[in-house]
């Protein structure tokens, strides 16, 4: 890849982002496609925030993926976010226009067409969210948006019955609240657990965010975490019969959207997930 003065400049912000594998998805598009793109990994502190967002804008950025921990502070420094990141209250996408930055999110439809590429679909089936965090926000928005029910559950309680009260206020829909110390009885009529907290992510990977005498072969199970890409939950998932998902379906879709909404193109998923599953260590 030739790096020259028209090359058009991407990049992912967070703190830490040493272990985005965004990088490595986002460039092989480019080389695939070969388009003059390149992406890049920017660790910013957020005290840092608002001037990086300037920043980009004067170097002429087109976009921006944006996680861990600025999805909910960099709102306030866009110029406006559409209908998703508005609902959902945080932003995983920017995208820069004539000295404008304009926000999105894409965690949610990211993880409902990973789910739909494994022929897992949630209209009017009963999904429980395992997390209460800026990814399960979107997720949780997005799949009721899909027609599902959602039931949430959290280790802070404080935390998932704000998150219901917020669904609530905006999509007038109901969401069931479930302590994080889940019982048998919890899991029934469950038909997809999505597991959106760290719980496994490497170098943890012994631990898993829920018992595997819980899950029974009807209930299909999704972990975003996709390092290491079978998880402890989704292995103990396996071994009972369970449709398991790992979490680089949802890592590829989501930046896919990031690609339509940046460059208007349709993104080579496949190439997308080849890229970074060879970054994955086994």
Same mark, same amino acid.
């Given at each position: 890849?030739?790096?020259?003065?028209?090359?058009?400049?991407?990049?992912?912000?967070?703190?830490?982002?040493?272990?985005?594998?965004? @990088?490595?998805?986002?460039?092989?598009?480019?080389?695939?496609?070969?388009?003059?793109?390149?992406?890049?990994?920017?660790?910013?502190?957020?005290? /840092?925030?608002?001037?990086?967002?300037?920043?980009?804008? #004067?170097?002429?950025?087109?976009?921006?993926?944006?996680?861990?921990?600025?999805?909910?502070?960099?709102?306030?420094?866009?110029?406006?976010?559409?209908?998703?990141?508005?609902?959902?209250?945080?932003?995983?996408?920017?995208?820069?226009?004539?000295?404008?930055?304009?926000?999105?999110?894409? $965690?949610?439809?990211?993880?409902?067409?990973?789910?739909?590429?494994?022929?897992?679909?949630?209209?009017?089936?009963?999904?429980?969210?395992?997390?209460?965090?800026?990814?399960?926000?979107?997720?949780?928005?997005?799949?009721?948006?899909?027609?599902?029910?959602?039931?949430?559950?959290?280790?802070?309680?404080?935390?998932?019955?704000?998150?219901?009260?917020?669904?609530?206020?905006?999509?007038?829909?109901?969401?069931?609240?479930?302590?994080?110390?889940? /019982?048998?009885? $919890?899991?029934?009529?469950?038909?997809?657990?999505?597991?959106?907290t760290s719980i496994g992510m490497h170098p943890k990977t012994n631990?898993?965010?829920?018992? #595997?005498?819980?899950?029974?072969? $009807?209930?299909?199970?999704?972990?975003?975490?996709?390092? @290491?890409?079978?998880?402890?939950?989704?292995?103990?998932?396996?071994?009972?019969?369970?449709? #398991?998902?790992?979490?680089?379906?949802?890592?590829?879709?989501?930046?896919?959207?990031?690609?339509?909404?940046?460059?208007?193109?349709?993104?080579?998923?496949?190439?997308?997930?080849?890229?970074?599953?060879?970054?994955? @260590?086994?």
């Open positions: 890849m030739e790096i020259n003065s028209e090359t058009q400049l991407l990049g992912v912000i967070g703190h830490p982002v040493e272990h985005s594998l965004s @990088p490595v998805m986002h460039n092989s598009v480019f080389e695939k496609l070969n388009l003059n793109c390149v992406y890049l990994a920017l660790d910013v502190e957020k005290e /840092k925030l608002g001037t990086t967002i300037d920043a980009c804008k #004067a170097l002429n950025f087109i976009g921006l993926n944006v996680t861990i921990p600025h999805k909910i502070s960099v709102i306030k420094f866009l110029n406006k976010v559409g209908r998703e990141a508005e609902l959902i209250g945080a932003v995983n996408t920017v995208k820069f226009e004539k000295g404008r930055a304009f926000g999105f999110n894409t $965690d949610g439809i990211g993880c409902v067409k990973a789910l739909k590429g494994d022929g897992i679909r949630i209209k009017n089936k009963c999904v429980l969210i395992l997390g209460a965090g800026g990814a399960a926000r979107a997720i949780a928005f997005q799949c009721i948006l899909e027609g599902a029910d959602v039931s949430i559950s959290n280790r802070t309680m404080e935390k998932v019955v704000e998150l219901k009260d917020e669904i609530g206020l905006k999509l007038k829909k109901e969401v069931n609240v479930l302590n994080f110390n889940l /019982k048998k009885h $919890d899991l029934e009529g469950i038909d997809v657990i999505i597991n959106a631990s898993t965010p829920l018992d #595997a005498g819980l899950l029974n072969q $009807d209930i299909a199970v999704m972990d975003i975490v996709y390092n @290491p890409i079978e998880t402890k939950l989704l292995k103990d998932a396996g071994k009972i019969g369970c449709k #398991a998902v790992n979490g680089v379906g949802m890592l590829v879709h989501q930046g896919a959207e990031s690609l339509r909404i940046w460059l208007g193109i349709k993104a080579p998923i496949e190439i997308m997930k080849k890229a970074v599953i060879g970054k994955i @260590p086994d």
